[in-house]
């Protein structure tokens, strides 16, 4: 089985302190990804790296920066956490073989920004 | 106009129903298609593909149709463990990097 693994599950943090979200996935997966998810407006992509050092903007990328320096790990990196960055945190990994395999998710981590 | 819609619920259904959801997509191009499902407080879980014949995992039916930009998802005899929100997951890209989550549908069974 696909196995995602993201550092925390619950996460308390001030306003303005950094904040790093880790990642890890271990079936030698090319694509990863953060999402965020909140009530009412679904997964939101933030960004995704198909692969190491590589990075692209997803549809909300401000406030946040992400680090992919090993295949099997993602970074998310609050730099300033502010208030309406509480949220849950999804990671997930693909592979890039075609189009008929899908993503595997991480079991979240819940920020909580205050 | 949002690229992949749901109905947006919540179904409540009693236990042994037969109960449809429906997706739309924008995207034309869209490669592949998925239902996840996601229980309160968890992450997604995929819960079937959806191919162009149409594909049947036990009590789950999925259904395409290219023609009209559609997706359906068909639960027989609803169980209390059905209840979870599930979501809608479009892909248009050959390299598994663009996938569009519309924004799920919550589906209660009760007693």
């Known amino acids: 089985d696909v196995k995602v693994t993201q550092s925390s599950r619950y996460l308390v943090k001030r306003t303005g302190e950094k904040v790093f979200l880790e990642c890890v996935q271990d079936?030698?997966?090319?694509?990863m990804f953060w999402y965020r998810q909140d009530p009412g407006l679904g997964l939101r992509l933030i960004y995704f790296s198909y692969d190491v050092k590589m990075k692209e903007k997803g549809d909300i990328p401000e406030g946040y920066s992400v680090s992919r320096e090993k295949k099997e790990r993602f970074s998310l990196i609050l730099e300033s956490a502010s208030t309406n960055q509480t949220s849950m945190y999804l990671c997930a990994s693909s592979p890039r073989q075609g189009n008929t395999d899908t993503q595997y998710f991480g079991p979240g981590t819940r920020l909580t920004v205050l | 106009r949002k690229e992949v819609e749901q109905d947006p619920g919540p179904f409540n259904v009693p236990e042994g129903a037969t109960v449809a959801f429906n997706c739309t997509y924008s995207n034309s191009a869209s490669q592949s298609f998925f239902w996840y499902r996601q229980d309160c407080r968890k992450e997604p879980k995929l819960l079937m593909s959806v191919y162009s014949s149409g594909n049947e995992d036990g009590r789950f039916t999925a259904q395409l149709n290219r023609a009209s930009q559609y997706i359906s998802l068909l639960i027989r005899d609803s169980k209390l463990s059905d209840s979870a929100t599930y979501l809608c997951?479009?892909?248009?890209?050959?390299?598994?990097?663009?996938?569009?989550f519309g924004p799920g549908t919550r589906l209660s069974v009760l007693p």
């Open positions: 997951v479009v892909n248009w890209n050959n390299y598994g990097q663009n996938f569009v």
């Open positions: 079936m030698d997966h090319e694509n």
